[in-house]
């Protein structure tokens, strides 16, 4: 298979989205993929960098956000998110106050240290869960 744009692919991506939601007779919210569907659809060994950008603004464009898990993608309806909770600053605000003040390293050890006390399952362990990264590192 040649290589297509990130547009393309995109289309490709959304119009299988679209299919499967017909499939169940419903509209579908959020829906796990393979990294090997992603290879097939995209023609690509991996899926990072400039074209991983392309993809997912391409994709925001036809409605969806997809997320890189630890062993498949996810892909959210970008118009679900709207009705979810919203948070603001407010719950951390003295660390944002003391890193002003010049101890960022200091805030961010107790931030792990809290975080590691309350780690959340893995997104393998619960098919629910699922985690962002950064794109840098999201690759197939």
Do not use: C, Y
């Not at 090997?36 to 690509?44: D, S, Y």
């Not at 996810?74 to 909770?85: Q, T």
């Not at 959340?120 to 990264?133: G, K, M, R, T």
């Amino acid at each position: 298979m040649p290589f297509i744009s990130a547009a393309e692919a995109a289309t490709l991506t959304a119009l299988n989205l679209h299919r499967r939601s017909e499939q169940d007779g419903r509209a579908l919210n959020r829906v796990r993929v393979s990294d090997k569907t992603l290879r097939e659809i995209t023609g690509r060994r991996r899926l990072d960098g400039r074209f991983f950008e392309d993809f997912a603004e391409e994709l925001l464009e036809l409605g969806w956000v997809i997320i890189r898990t630890h062993s498949a993608w996810g892909f959210l309806r970008a118009s679900a998110v709207m009705g979810w909770p919203r948070i603001n600053t407010s719950r951390i605000s003295d660390e944002l106050d003391q890193i002003a003040g010049g101890n960022l390293h200091s805030v961010i050890r107790g931030a792990q240290a809290e975080l590691d006390t309350q780690r959340e399952p893995e997104a393998d362990s619960n098919p629910e869960a699922l985690h962002a990264v950064p794109r840098e590192l999201a690759a197939v």
